[in-house]
Structure formats: structure tokens, C-alpha cells
């Protein structure tokens, strides 16, 4: 069975972000057999969805892990309940409604230079993509660093309670030091 690991980049990020670019090395020099994917994400939440939805149709029949950060764990945790799969969420956002709320007006993205709106119907679109309740909490492992600068980590320490969890002192909201993580993050995946 192809096996599929699909990582989902942070706002205004891209697949060129340096946890990307790290499992995207380790997987071809020690899992070649894993196929790696880390798709740039529109800037829309209904087209981000889509583009996962895509994913997940166009490989069928394969086993499909996903990895996101900060705006990509939040749609990992999406993915997860949607498709029944395993995840690992680093420095997830929980509520990026909020957090983006006070960004409203025109956006420009910083590698894709596309523009875009964040008003009511931006924001609306991410509430809908939110997890309520989680119903397999064996498949999530979630990292989280207390120093991260953008998101508040304890929102996902407490969302995700009864999730393994690694909570570490310091660091940032990029998580310093992930590949350290990376044996680990596949075993857990696969």
C-alpha cells in the first residue's frame, strides 16, 4: 500500500518552511517508500479544505498521515476527524479566528504575493473548518513549545488533553530543534 505524508505549511508560510524542508530529507534518505507532500495551501479556508479534500481523493486506497503547523494543524485536526487519519500537530492553532481577526483588510501573501480579504466571511469559513470534538484521541500527537510568540500554547495543552503530548520549555512558535522529533514523528504516523 503507498504510504503518504501530507504536511500542511502555517499561515503565510509555504512548503519551502524549514519543518517541511527537514521531512522532506529525512523521508528520501531513510522512508523512500513514503511519499511526501507539502502542497501550498490558498490563501482562502473553503479552497485550503478543497485542496486537502483533493488529497485525500486522488489517493485513495493509500494509507495517509498528516503533519501540520500552527493554521496547518488546525486543518490537520480537520483531516483527522474527517478521514479517521493520524496526525502530528505542531504548535497547533485552536481558535486562528480570533487570532486573525485583527488582521481584517486586504493581505497580501508573502511568497505566493496573492492578495486577499480577511473580513466576516474569511473568518466565517475558518469557524466552520473547526474541530469540536475529537474522537480518537490516540490519533494525535501534538507538540507544543511554552514560548511560542504567536499562539497561546495552552489553548491546544488544554484542547488536546488525553492526545500525547509534548509540552517543552522555551523555544518558539517555529519549534525549535524539530528534527529531533522526526524518527519519532513517522514512527508514531506509520
Known amino acids: 500500500m503507498q504510504k503518504i505524508l501530507l504536511s500542511l505549511h502555517g499561515y503565510h508560510s509555504s512548503p519551502g518552511s524549514l519543518k517541511a524542508r527537514l521531512m522532506s530529507s ?16 490558498p490563501c482562502q479556508p473553503e479552497k485550503m479544505w478543497t485542496l486537502i479534500e483533493s488529497v485525500f481523493e486522488q489517493y485513495k486506497g493509500a494509507e495517509i498521515a498528516v503533519m501540520g503547523s500552527s493554521l496547518g494543524g488546525y486543518l490537520a485536526a480537520n483531516a483527522s476527524e474527517q478521514y479517521g487519519v493520524k496526525v502530528v500537530l505542531i504548535n497547533p492553532a485552536v481558535l486562528p479566528y480570533c487570532l486573525l481577526q485583527q488582521y481584517t483588510g486586504m493581505q497580501t501573501h508573502p511568497y505566493t504575493q496573492e492578495s486577499y480579504r480577511i473580513d466576516e466571511n474569511y473568518l466565517q469559513q475558518l469557524r466552520k473548518l473547526a474541530v469540536k470534538e ?8 501534538v507538540l507544543l513549545q511554552k514560548k511560542d510568540e504567536v499562539l497561546n500554547y495552552q489553548e491546544a495543552f488544554d484542547k488536546f488533553q488525553g492526545c500525547k503530548i509534548t509540552c517543552e520549555e522555551g523555544g518558539d512558535h517555529s519549534f525549535i530543534g524539530f528534527e529531533r522529533f522526526l524518527p519519532d514523528i513517522i514512527k508514531f504516523l506509520f
Request: aromatic share 20%; glycine share 0%.
Open 26 to 41: 529525512y523521508l528520501a534518505e531513510h522512508f523512500p517508500e513514503i511519499s511526501f507532500l507539502c502542497p501550498q495551501l
Open 134 to 141: 475529537l474522537s480518537d484521541r490516540q490519533k494525535y500527537w
